[in-house]
């Protein structure tokens, strides 16, 4: 089967009687015309000019955030009978029915390995996280929408006196419009980047298995039209559904997983694998095709069960991903352009088919958002989900074609407003989507989560950010001076960040039901391993909740946000993106810590290890003691750090000396913010009446300079300094500092630690309070 149907070109579409298969011969390579004759050069044109103005309408739409998919849409029907086709001349030698026959096969080519690329790069585990949720709004979207699109059609049959031929088609559209398409939802929510979400987990879920369930009933469906009965067409169709299967289970698997345990840790794939995969895929599609099962089941699901990531995964979607979108892609929707003329629609019939389609989309709608409702997600991202399941793409518009060409369920003027509604549909949901899912990371909470509003004598709830190994022993360090207690236990969650490599789709994995989790990689493991036997050694007094996330560094503080609030954890443990021995900057982190200082739900602390905290065993576990320094301008962030500091205290082993800076001045306004800071030193200072270990040092400063000064002399008396990020911006002493404040994240004081060399080799660490609405809830 032909993807466009030869017998019914577009006028504009002229045949050549002496068109030729292959390459033009050499010659003159300004007599454009003349090779245009040729089956090759034509292609070379048709891939150029689809590829540019989809790039070009990608460009144009992607600030309004329409999705790629919408304005490769868009591109296609530019280049159809609507624009290019209105312009005579040349341009109509492009597309010659014959050379159809060879972009025909590059854009079965395209369809193929999207589909593939698009199981490639999803989990499909995802449904056992979902559980019966998933299953529950599959139905319900499918059920609703197919009532309503259904009912719509016979009271237009009824009231509309509505023709016997277009009420057929009615029914078709409501059928075929309420089933929604996993690649399509796939694709939706990584071109929004919108994934470890409870809304886009049950929408990705829900969607495969709609897809599955599709696929399943066209192939006996396919098999029922062969066969001529319903109980051998069945039979038949699920036989070719397993055979496909079986196949993929019991010969593809193995040889994959044989592949990945032969590629070197930290070795790029071979080309030979490569090669044989993608050969795997069409064969796949091949087989289907033989079958009578649509030829994207088999890409789909052997994508399904290659693990995304490295080595095998990312490397195939770094290979061809590329190729494939921006190259073979636009000329499948190009094809689709070609039958779409916007000045041909009947307006009746447009008017009617555009009320089904639109009932549709509510029953979709419907049938996501009271469910997710019911199982207590809110009314934003209930109508998220809804939204999402909505989204069209190339998996409906080949559908469309299919039933246009091969089924012949309906005509040319409904495939043509099909595709439209595709284009309407999904380019006016993305932005809202969008809108939508930023406001919903506006996290709100009814408590604060901070240490100071703490209670010391109840579990403290810590999330340790983990970029690479360099930063575990740090924050084991960092947790033993925390002095947890049976009292007052550490809950640790910890969170090794990994780089989303080729594949568009993040992961956010939970090892904690795992003693050696099969989804950890090697470098994840050996973290899992220093944490799990951290807790082991602190039996009772340290709880270890490891999670991978593979993402983008744009969006790791969404999945640590959402840790945050689902473990109800207090602050947020983030490396400095910065290594000191080496000066390397690693842009990426920074990227991570700025988002999580502006967006954490709790407060954040930026840990800065110079060495020293790597021996702190030895001061906890001999009889010397660890210095603790507090560097108190006032403020929230330094009422947090001394609160911190105070809970460290609590080890026999641990000193901590608060110096306070205060400006010499004879007028002093007292103010709210004062007030709480001298609350906070009151209650340090009558605690150090009867513990030795706790010292105040009062400095009066004149400027900025006496402030530098203090610091200097702190030499290196201190194996750890902790300050607060943020300090009053009017404050003279802050003012006559701000040349230092070079990296934004650390704050005015934070950065001269990290600029000098005041502290010696002290680990530095720099508190942020979770910010408020208004200062009085401090």
Not at 186 to 194: G, K, M, Q, V
Not at 311 to 339: D, N
Not at 352 to 365: E, M, N, Q, R, S
Request: glycine share 6%; proline share 4%.
């Amino acid at each position: 089967m032909s993807i466009i149907p030869k017998e019914t070109y577009q006028p504009y579409i002229t045949d050549e009687c002496d068109f030729v298969f292959g390459s033009s011969p050499y010659g003159n390579i300004f007599n454009i015309m003349h090779h245009l004759k040729y089956s090759f050069p034509v292609l070379e044109f048709q891939l150029l000019l689809s590829s540019v103005t989809s790039i070009m309408a990608w460009v144009l739409l992607k600030p309004l955030g329409i999705p790629t998919t919408v304005a490769q849409i868009a591109a296609g029907i530019a280049l159809g009978p609507s624009i290019l086709g209105r312009i005579l001349g040349t341009l109509r030698k492009l597309f010659p029915i014959p050379s159809l026959y060879v972009t025909d096969i590059f854009a079965y080519y395209a369809l193929i390995f999207q589909i593939f690329l698009v199981g490639l790069k999803v989990d499909p585990m995802m449904i056992r996280r979902t559980g019966i949720k998933g299953i529950i709004i599959c139905i319900l979207v499918i059920v609703v929408s197919t009532a309503l699109s259904t009912s719509c059609a016979i009271i237009l049959y009824n009231c509309m006196h509505v023709d016997d031929k277009l009420y057929r088609y009615l029914l078709v559209v409501g059928v075929v419009e309420s089933i929604p398409t996993f690649p399509s939802v796939a694709c939706f929510l990584a071109e929004l980047n919108i994934f470890n979400t409870e809304f886009s987990d049950l929408a990705l879920s829900s969607s495969l298995i709609s897809s599955i369930i599709h696929l399943s009933v066209l192939a006996c469906l396919t098999a029922f039209q062969r066969e001529g009965s319903y109980v051998n067409g069945t039979l038949y169709g699920c036989l070719c559904l397993a055979i496909v299967v079986m196949v993929i289970m019991f010969i593809l698997r193995p040889a994959v997983n044989w592949m990945i345990k032969r590629i070197p840790e930290g070795k790029t794939i071979k080309e030979g694998y490569l090669c044989i995969l993608c050969t795997a895929v069409l064969m796949l599609a091949f087989l289907c095709r033989k079958l009578d099962v649509d030829i994207v089941f088999g890409p789909l699901i052997f994508g399904l069960i290659i693990p995304p990531g490295p080595p095998l995964g990312s490397a195939l979607v770094e290979r061809i991903e590329f190729f494939i979108k921006w190259m073979i892609i636009p000329l499948f929707y190009t094809e689709i352009g070609l039958w779409v003329n916007v000045f041909r629609f009947k307006l009746r019939t447009t008017l009617l088919v555009a009320l089904v389609v639109l009932v549709c989309c509510t029953g979709k709608f419907l049938g996501a958002f009271v469910p997710a409702l019911y199982y207590k997600l809110s009314y934003r991202d209930a109508t998220l989900l809804g939204l999402t399941m909505n989204a069209q793409g190339f998996m409906e518009l080949s559908f469309y074609l299919m039933l246009w060409d091969r089924a012949e369920l309906f005509n040319i003027e409904i495939f043509r407003i099909l595709v439209l509604s595709a284009l309407v549909i999904t380019g006016a949901s993305a932005p809202l989507v969008r809108y939508l899912s930023k406001l919903s990371m506006k996290y709100k909470l009814h408590s604060r989560r901070t240490i100071r509003h703490f209670d010391p004598d109840a579990e403290l709830r810590v999330l340790a950010c983990i970029h690479d190994e360099q930063n575990v022993l740090s924050t084991v360090h960092l947790m033993k001076a925390t002095n947890p207690t049976k009292i007052s236990p550490i809950n640790l969650s910890i969170i090794h960040f990994e780089e989303i490599v080729g594949h568009e789709t993040p992961q956010l994995v939970s090892h904690k039901s795992h003693r050696r989790s099969s989804s950890a990689t090697t470098v994840s493991q050996r973290i899992i391993n220093v944490f799990k036997s951290y807790e082991e050694n602190n039996e009772g007094r340290v709880s270890v909740h490891p999670y991978t996330v593979v993402t983008a560094y744009t969006s790791m503080h969404t999945d640590a946000c959402r840790l945050v609030i689902d473990n109800m954890v207090s602050i947020i443990i983030v490396p400095f993106h910065k290594q000191l021995d080496t000066g390397f900057v690693n842009n990426g982190i920074r990227t991570v810590n700025k988002n999580l200082l502006e967006h954490a739900p709790c407060s954040v602390g930026i840990l800065i290890d110079r060495g020293l905290l790597g021996g702190i065993n030895n001061f906890l576990e001999n009889q010397s003691f660890f210095d603790v320094a507090v560097v108190f301008l006032g403020g929230p962030d330094d009422r947090e750090a001394l609160v911190y500091a105070e809970r460290m205290s609590e080890h026999p082993n641990i000193k901590v000396t608060v110096i306070r800076f205060l400006k010499r001045s004879k007028l002093w306004n007292k103010t709210y913010e004062s007030s709480l800071d001298e609350d906070t030193l009151s209650y340090f200072k009558l605690r150090g009446t009867y513990n030795n270990r706790l010292t105040y040092i009062h400095e009066d400063v004149n400027n900025g300079l006496d402030v530098i000064s203090v610091i200097g002399a702190m030499g290196d008396k201190y194996q750890m300094i902790i300050l607060g990020r943020r300090h009053d911006e009017n404050s003279a002493l802050i003012l006559e500092l701000t040349d230092w404040d070079k990296c934004s994240e650390l704050g005015t004081i934070g950065d001269i630690f990290e600029t000098s060399n005041y502290g010696g080799k002290a680990t530095i660490l720099l508190m942020q309070q979770h910010p408020t609405q208004t200062a009085s809830s401090d």
